[in-house]
């Protein structure tokens, strides 16, 4: 193997999968009998569709409170109203129920309410999180994988930062995935649910060759059934193998698994989140929006691989090492389109004029050196932010 990869690595994922449907009511045997439960939510969709009841049902005659109001991207002025919570009810154990947004703002509720300090060191300092409280998920949007990973992105509103914590202490106990929760969820919520997957499996991925074959075919599997099940998806709402696939493919693309021992790049995540942050463009749009960008910028470096994905996932074989990496791109962004998530910063009606700004808090926030081999300089995520214009 090239580089030292695939030689040494440690796969570790403690968070028991519960899957299919009616496996909702299977949280009555993963929670303590005893245990005083905060229900963690975004708006009123899981009240909507009846997952609440499902998860107050399942709970039966545990102490248990609700906190609603999380946002698409949880903010720390909210979730920190929920760490109140938490103290003044006795809480003891929480249960995420929804997207990759709520049990993200979950993790940093139980990482917070025992550290000692100013919990949003947490992400502007990477400071440790030695303990947190147990916690369990219900998962009703396929997209982040948040549900089987330790990782979590977390945005402060009056600061306009958007940053990102991992920690050994916030994996979840168990998640349940029932598929037929997604069947409710509005076409804009799947379409960016298949393409936050895409691209969590692409970074990973789509870096340069260390002969890692297994992760590789397993990263090229994922990214085919995405663009298989994805337009799928949208079509037929209420087909429980085309949900339970898109399901279980956002989970594997972000649980680690993909990513054991091979080199990871993240640099589309980071520019991404600074548009999130400035413009409040949902996570995965600002996705859709800087891979394309961020692949034509670097095609020389990501030349190798970029060829692979081009003849495996887009059965492109014809014409130039060149041409076949340029049609390899643009499948990507008309992938993204007919997922229906616009691909380019002037379909939000946001030209040039930002970048300064942009960039300003790349750098404030130390984003100086990205990418696999970390030489995205901010020079050349200057380039990536023009190119997306």
């Known amino acids: 193997m090239k580089d030292g990869y695939m030689q040494n690595f440690t796969f570790h994922n403690p968070t028991k999968i519960i899957f299919g449907e009616g496996q909702i009511a299977a949280i009555d045997a993963e929670v303590p009998r005893q245990a005083r439960v905060l229900i963690t939510s975004g708006g009123s969709s899981i009240k909507n569709n009846g997952v609440l009841a499902q998860v107050q049902a399942a709970l039966g005659d545990r102490v248990s409170f609700v906190f609603s109001g999380i946002e698409p991207n949880p903010t720390y002025e909210t979730l920190m109203q929920a760490v109140a919570l938490v103290r003044e009810k006795k809480v003891d154990f929480l249960l995420a129920v929804g997207g990759g947004s709520v049990i993200d703002g979950t993790k940093f509720i139980a990482a917070a309410l025992n550290f000692d300090g100013e919990p949003w060191d947490i992400l502007s300092k990477q400071a440790e999180v030695r303990d947190a409280m147990p916690f369990g998920s219900v998962l009703t949007l396929p997209a982040t994988g948040s549900e089987m990973n330790n990782g979590s992105v977390i945005t402060y509103q009056a600061k306009g930062d958007k940053l990102f914590f991992t920690s050994d202490k916030t994996y979840p106990l168990f998640s349940v995935l029932d598929p037929t929760t997604t069947y409710s969820l509005p076409p804009r919520q799947i379409a ?24 590789d075919r397993f990263a090229e599997g994922l990214l085919l059934t995405l663009t298989e099940v ?11 193998d085309v949900r339970a696939n898109l399901m279980w493919t956002a989970t594997l693309a972000l649980n680690g698994l993909i990513g054991a021992g091979v080199p990871q790049d993240w640099a589309t995540h980071m520019l991404g989140h600074e548009i999130t942050a400035l413009h409040g463009l949902d996570h995965a749009q600002t996705l859709a929006i800087i891979l394309p960008a961020m692949l034509t910028v670097r095609r020389n470096e990501k030349h190798a691989k970029l060829l692979q994905y081009a003849e495996r996932v887009w059965n492109i074989t014809q014409g130039s090492e060149d041409d076949r990496i340029t049609a390899a791109i643009a499948a990507t962004r008309a992938f993204f389109e007919k997922m ?8 939000y009606q946001i030209d040039g004029s930002s970048i300064a700004t942009l960039m300003a808090k790349l750098e404030e926030h130390g984003m100086t050196a990205l990418g696999e081999r970390e030489n995205v300089t901010p020079a050349i995520s200057r380039q990536v932010y023009q190119a997306a214009v």
């Not at 960016?192 to 992760?215: I, M, R, S």
């Not at 994805?230 to 429980?240: S, T, V």
């Not at 229906?340 to 379909?347: A, G, N």
């Open 192 to 215: 960016n649910g298949v393409v936050d997957a895409f691209v969590h499996t692409v970074e990973q991925y789509l870096t340069y060759p260390v002969d890692a074959k297994v992760q």
């Open 230 to 240: 994805g337009p799928q998806a949208l079509a037929e709402p209420l087909n429980y």
């Open 340 to 347: 229906t998530v616009p691909t380019r910063l002037s379909d």
